[in-house]
């Protein structure tokens, strides 16, 4: 009886996680602050950004808040892929010169935007032509440099034609294999508690 308990929750773990298995969201963070700059600064400015590659839809959700700038912003875009992870400096990998609709002109603000990574717009040609010539070579490139911590989110300023702020992207945990794992174990030590 206890083991076909067992058999029948894993089963509906399964059920719950195989389905959304096929859909890969993968998702990064960043602190963005001056003295994460390459030179570093002592700009005041903080900022945090969210990236979520939706690798089925091939498509970028970006959203960034920030404030404190000592200068007014001009651009801002992700650089990939460093030389070694988490330092160093690279190209920018996205649209150029700057997200569209970024707040320009401003020491403060929020961004939420989706991008179609199947378009080129939505990098830049340089990050495209390094990677294969392809939008898909870029998507695959800039997602694999995220994941091992070589790309960084970047808001350049008036005072900072270099950066003011920067952050490199740290993957997030997948939380369905954190759920699942979760589940399971839950499930083995129930069991062997029973035992």
Do not use: W
Not at 50 to 56: A, P
Not at 119 to 145: K, V, Y
């Amino acid at each position: 009886m206890k083991s076909s308990v067992l058999v029948a929750a894993m089963s509906a773990t399964m059920l719950l996680v195989t389905p959304l298995a096929h859909a890969e969201l993968i998702k990064f963070h960043a602190k963005l602050s001056g003295l994460n700059e390459a030179s570093s600064n002592a700009s005041p400015g903080i900022g945090f950004a969210e990236i979520e590659f939706d690798t089925t839809a091939h498509t970028m959700h970006v959203t960034a808040d920030f404030s404190g700038l000592l200068g007014t912003v001009t651009v801002a875009h992700i650089h990939c892929c460093t030389s070694l992870p988490l330092t160093s400096t690279a190209g920018v990998a996205t649209a150029t010169p700057t997200f569209p609709d970024f707040p320009a002109g401003k020491t403060s603000g929020s961004y939420d935007q989706l991008f179609d990574l199947t378009q080129s717009a939505s990098f830049s040609a340089a990050f495209i032509t390094a990677n294969g010539g392809t939008p898909a070579g870029a998507e695959a490139a800039l997602i694999a440099g995220s994941k091992i911590g070589r790309s960084y989110f970047n808001i350049h300023t008036n005072q900072f034609p270099g950066g003011e702020i920067r952050g490199f992207l740290v993957p997030e945990p997948a939380m369905l294999s954190l759920l699942a794992l979760g589940l399971a174990a839950g499930l083995i030590s129930r069991r062997r508690q029973r035992i």
